[in-house]
């Protein structure tokens, strides 16, 4: 899927405002939220901020969306716990997985948190799904990406959309 | 000259702030003493996540462009979100006034020192890009002319308070759900 059309579908479930830290496994997707005049997007320095600017998109009536690493899951954690899990402000948080099933895939610095990137999010039970380039030859990608997004605004909480590398490109 | 006590520093914020102003509050005994002075449905308590209320703020006066976003960060607060000072310049936001009650502690833990007497805030936050940056220490008159007269434009202010705590102050009562949808009517611009 080219990073486009990722966007067009977010756009056409009226997501307009983004933050986040940029992510290789991405492509040029956060040139296009960058360029994209119909959209909003704020370079945050760190992934708890963006989770704070989109929180203040969120209770200001916006559909927004983070999107950043899995590097960067420590950082948000105490973010969509002790904030938005209980003052409820919903928050779409698009995660590339870098290091995907740990050693030896990707750079070492990404091997054990590729392999716990799973654990985490599960153990955070927020809504979540993955995406992998089988769910884009069988167009499984726009089913979950829904099921997820109902979940989110259905019980008002982050959730997180897990994506690998060479699904954007 | 004395210091004023925080508690007497956001009792003058809150006196002479407009009605239609969104305030967020950073957590612990700011959010608590804000609750205690002046509670109203346009002010977010901020409980838990320190650090996050001026992003979340910066995120709520991009929208509401026609409300001012007022945030009551504290030292520690404000020292945790550093990265978030260039942020409201970058984005050319005017609608955000940004107060620190900076008693040089982290008094809801137990009055463990910061380290914010061996900085400046207000030249950090005139380098980072705020048009007016204050610092204000002890005069209740200052303070009161300072917040009532303030531009509208990009603002930051730093009060330096004592370290006394009132310790009637009860907790915030009300549910961080309720504390999010009251709040959510305020924000109208759709």
Redesign the interface.
Known sequence: MSPEDFVKALKERDFLYFSGVPDSTFGSLFSVLENDQDLNYVPAPKEDVAIGIASGFSISKKKSCVVMQNSGLGNIINAVTSFNGIYKIPVLIVIGWRGYGGKPNDAPEHWIMGEKTTEIIKDLELPFTSIENQDIENQDFLNKLDGLIERIYNENIPGIILINKGVIK | MSLLTRLEAIEIIMSEINDNDLVISTTGMISREVFYIKERTSN?Y?I??M??????????????KSKRVIVLDGDGSLLM?L??L??PKY?GISNFLHICLDNGLYQSTGSQKTISNSLDFKLITKSMGYENSYLIEGNQDELSNLIRSIPESLSFVNIKVSQDQNLEVPRVSIE??I???R??EH?F??
């Open positions: 977010f901020m838990g996540s650090g996050l209320a001026s992003s979340f703020g910066l995120g709520i006066a991009m929208i509401n979100s990265n978030t260039p942020l984005l961080p759900e504390i999010s949808s709040f959510s924000c611009e759709k």
